[in-house]
Antibody
Framework: EVQLVESGGGLVQPGRSLRLSCVTS????????VSWFRQAPGKGLEWVGF??????????QYAASVQGRFSMSRDDSKSIAYLQMNSLKTEDTGVYYC???????????WGQGTLVTVSS | DIQMTQSPSTLSASVGDRVTITCRAS??????LAWYQQKPGKAPKLLIY???SLDSGVPSRFSGSGSGTEFTLTISSLQPDDFATYYC????????FGQGTKLEIK
């Protein structure tokens, strides 16, 4: 069974950093891209960025709203993807989801999400 | 950026009804459109990709159509489990979601 489990969320002050983890199992992690999405409280979904597999150079793409502040990485030996969030802003508050692509960058397997609250 | 606009924002319907949700893109996205269902406190669930392809395990009462800038999601006969929020998402140029359509019980 494909599983993705996010962790690392919590309360953080504006300007600080936080790293989220996406621990996966049930599939060949090294063969898949991983994307991150977020959802502010009571709001819609927003794409954050994705990281390709090693086959495609582990290259990354980010939404304009997080470009230069967030970065993604992966550890294929542990089947874990990471989202490093720096210079956090109050508008970064929300539930963060990781997801695996199922049809060429269509995101079909999702974790349960982890809540990030940026507040002083 | 490509903007996605869904209508209606809220839809009230009864079990057994046929319902349609519309999604419009601000520029052509060919058929690079997905539909997701989300229930409160849960992750989104992929229903349809490439505008009309049903994801594995999704009931056949769900269908999608359209291309270019106009797309629809149709549920042929609403079931109690279908009351949720639905999002369209373009993946022609990165990813953008519509604002969501909340499907409520009438």
């Amino acid at each position: 069974e494909v599983q993705l489990v996010e962790s690392g969320g919590g309360l953080v002050q504006p300007g600080r950093s936080l790293r989220l983890s996406c621990v996966t199992s049930g599939f060949s992690f090294e063969s898949y891209a991983v994307s991150w999405f977020r959802q502010a409280p009571g709001k819609g979904l927003e794409w954050v960025g994705f990281i390709r597999s090693k086959t495609y150079g582990e290259t990354t793409q980010y939404a304009a709203s997080v470009q230069g502040r967030f970065s993604m990485s992966r550890d294929d030996s542990k089947s874990i993807a990471y989202l490093q969030m720096n210079s956090l802003k109050t508008e970064d508050t929300g539930v963060y989801y990781c997801s695996r692509d199922v049809y060429a960058y269509v995101w079909g397997s999702w974790g349960q999400g982890t809540l990030v609250t940026v507040s002083s | 950026d490509i903007q996605m606009t869904q209508s209606p924002s809220t839809l009230s319907a009864s079990v057994g009804d046929r319902v349609t949700i519309t999604c419009r893109a601000s520029q052509t996205i060919n058929s690079w459109l997905a539909w997701y269902q989300q229930k409160p406190g849960k992750a989104p669930k992929l229903l349809i990709y490439k505008a009309s392809s049903l994801d594995s395990g999704v009931p056949s009462r769900f269908s999608g159509s359209g291309s270019g800038t106009e797309f629809t999601l149709t549920i042929s006969s609403l079931q109690p489990d279908d009351f949720a929020t639905y999002y369209c998402q373009q993946y022609n140029t990165y990813y953008t979601f519509g604002q969501g359509t909340k499907l409520e019980i009438k």
